[in-house]
């Protein structure tokens, strides 16, 4: 059964830091491409890092660009995103998703985290 799993969403005030985690299984974890999405109240869901299946090559949003961190570990089938510096505009629910590098339409999506920053 195919499953991404997300965790460390809470309440952080401005400033402060979280890691996400996203376990996945299921599925050839290492040659899937991993996004971490996030969507706020109201708004469109938005495209926040993307690593590619081997972790070589990583990109952001501009609006995180230099505040956030996307990792994966292929051994242990885990992803992880870093996020320093959050703003009360960071808040949303997080998601992480993967595609196949063989096939992008062969996609998984977690049921997201929440993440709150606010004093």
């Known amino acids: 059964q195919v499953q991404l799993v997300e965790s460390g969403g809470g309440l952080v005030q401005p400033g402060g830091s979280l890691i996400l985690s996203c376990a996945a299984a299921g599925f050839t974890f290492g040659l899937y491409v991993l996004n971490w999405y996030r969507q706020a109240p109201g708004k469109e869901r938005e495209l926040v890092a993307t690593?590619?299946?081997?972790?070589?090559?990583?990109k952001y949003a501009g609006s995180v660009q230099s505040r956030f961190t996307i990792s994966r570990d292929n051994s242990t089938n885990t992803m992880s995103l870093q996020m320093n510096s959050l703003k009360p505009e960071d808040t949303a629910v997080y998601y992480c998703s993967g595609y196949s590098v063989y096939d992008s339409r062969d996609a998984y999506w977690g049921h997201g985290t929440q993440v709150t920053v606010s004093s």
């Open positions: 690593i590619t299946s081997a972790g070589g090559s990583k």
